[in-house]
Every structure is written in structure tokens, then in C-alpha cells.
T-cell receptor, first 112, second 115 residues
Framework: AQSVTQLDSQVPVFEEAPVELRCNYSSSVSVYLFWYVQYPNQGLQLLLKYLSGSTLVKGINGFEAEFNKSQTSFHLRKPSVHISDTAEYFCAVRGGYQKVTFGTGTKLQVIP | EAGVAQSPRYKIIEKRQSVAFWCNPISGHATLYWYQQILGQGPKLLIQFQNNGVVDDSQLPKDRFSAERLKGVDSTLKIQPAKLEDSAVYLC?????????????FGPGTRLTVL
């Protein structure tokens, strides 16, 4: 079985400040890891993914994430957030049988 | 290329009524997924199709939910009869390959409210 934990349900941050959204996973097999963003009343959009190779992955909109196998983490970071980054962010893991499991999401609120 | 299309975008029904959702995946995508996203939660996989066959429906409440993907293209998800706890956004997603490392693309979702 696989699972994803996003401990922070909401993260408020001031505009232009850095942000880190935490994600931890568990799986008995090798996994692929994803971060998705969901803007209000819209579907999920892929931000970035880790499949193999370099543990630092860069995505769209200036986001990046680092895969840490020993800590089973895949935290999402951005050095300077904008108002337009206000959205809900979901971490997901794809493991055995190609099944994708999502975390419960973290709402990022950027404060002007 | 066109994205994943879903209709309707919104639906309001009373409990015990029936409802159906439609999904048109990206052309050529072999794998299709239906997810249920309850408010405040992450998406939960209901069913996964590979072409027109079911790969995983372990979390589909089969006493009331059904899904089909005739001809391996469009798909419909039906709820009959609906319960209050079925209120959620139903997301459809597709992926080009059955396996491999490619990306899953999501549609805008159908927001269902059961009164």
C-alpha cells in the first residue's frame, strides 16, 4: 500500500516571501512523485514530477521540489511567491500497478 | 491539442435520484481515470480504464456507481441512487500510455451537489 501525507492544510505567506509545502510518502515499491496545483473551480494541473535521475526537480511557475529517499519526502519550494500562486497544492505518488494516490492538499494563501 | 473534456460542469440533484457524467479524454490516450474529490480532501481514484477494459475499480462503490468506456474513447460515470455523501467534484483524467512515465492530464471536473 502507498500513502501520501501533507501535514499542513493551510499555509499563509506574504507576497515575495519564500514558501515550502511539505509532502511525505510511504510505499513498498519504487515510486514516481508529483505535485499538482488546483486553482478555484479548475482541474488539476501538473507542476512538476520526479521519475528518476536528479533529485532536484524544477517545474512551472518557478516551483521546484527535492526528492529525499531517506526521509521519504518530496517538499515543494518557491523562493518568492506571487499573489497568483494562491491555490491548493496536491502531492501525489504513483507506485505499484500505476495507481496514483493523492495527499489531502495544502492551501497556499499569499498575502499582499 | 485539446484537453480532457467533461460535462456537465455542475449538477444539482436530490438524494435517491440518478446522475451521469461524461468524459472525453485527449485523443489517443489509452488510460482513463475517474476520481472523486470531496471538499477538503485530495482526489480519490474510483476507476481506471485501459482502453475499454477496467484495470482498477477497487474503490468504486459498486452498489450505486457504475462506469463504462465503450470503444475505448469516451467514458460515462453513473450514480444510481445518489446519496448526500456523494456530493463532490468528479474528475476525469487521461494518460497516453498504459504504463510508462508519461503525465496524467485532468479535466475541469463536474461538481455534484446532492440535496
Amino acid at each position: 500500500a502507498q500513502s501520501v501525507t501533507q501535514l499542513d492544510s493551510q499555509v499563509p505567506v506574504f507576497e515575495e516571501a519564500p514558501v515550502e509545502l511539505r509532502c511525505n510518502y510511504s510505499s513498498s515499491v519504487s515510486v514516481y512523485l508529483f505535485w499538482y496545483v488546483q486553482y478555484p473551480n479548475q482541474g488539476l494541473q501538473l507542476l512538476l514530477k520526479y521519475l528518476s535521475g536528479s533529485t532536484l526537480v524544477k517545474g512551472i511557475n518557478g516551483f521546484e521540489a527535492e526528492f529525499n529517499k531517506s526521509q521519504t519526502s518530496f517538499h515543494l519550494r518557491k523562493p518568492s511567491v506571487h499573489i497568483s500562486d494562491t491555490a491548493e497544492y496536491f502531492c501525489a505518488v504513483r507506485g505499484g500497478y500505476q495507481k496514483v494516490t493523492f495527499g489531502t492538499g495544502t492551501k497556499l494563501q499569499v498575502i499582499p | 491539442e485539446a484537453g480532457v473534456a467533461q460535462s456537465p460542469r455542475y449538477k444539482i440533484i436530490e438524494k435517491r435520484q440518478s446522475v451521469a457524467f461524461w468524459c472525453n479524454p485527449i485523443s489517443g490516450h489509452a488510460t482513463l481515470y475517474w476520481y472523486q474529490q470531496i471538499l477538503g480532501q485530495g482526489p480519490k481514484l474510483l476507476i481506471q480504464f485501459q482502453n475499454n477494459g477496467v484495470v482498477d475499480d477497487s474503490q468504486l462503490p459498486k452498489d450505486r456507481f457504475s462506469a463504462e468506456r465503450l470503444k475505448g474513447v469516451d467514458s460515462t460515470l453513473k450514480i444510481q441512487p445518489a446519496k448526500l455523501e456523494d456530493s463532490a467534484v468528479y474528475l476525469c483524467a487521461s494518460r497516453r500510455l498504459a504504463g510508462g512515465l508519461d503525465t496524467q492530464y485532468f479535466g475541469p471536473g463536474t461538481r455534484l451537489t446532492v440535496l
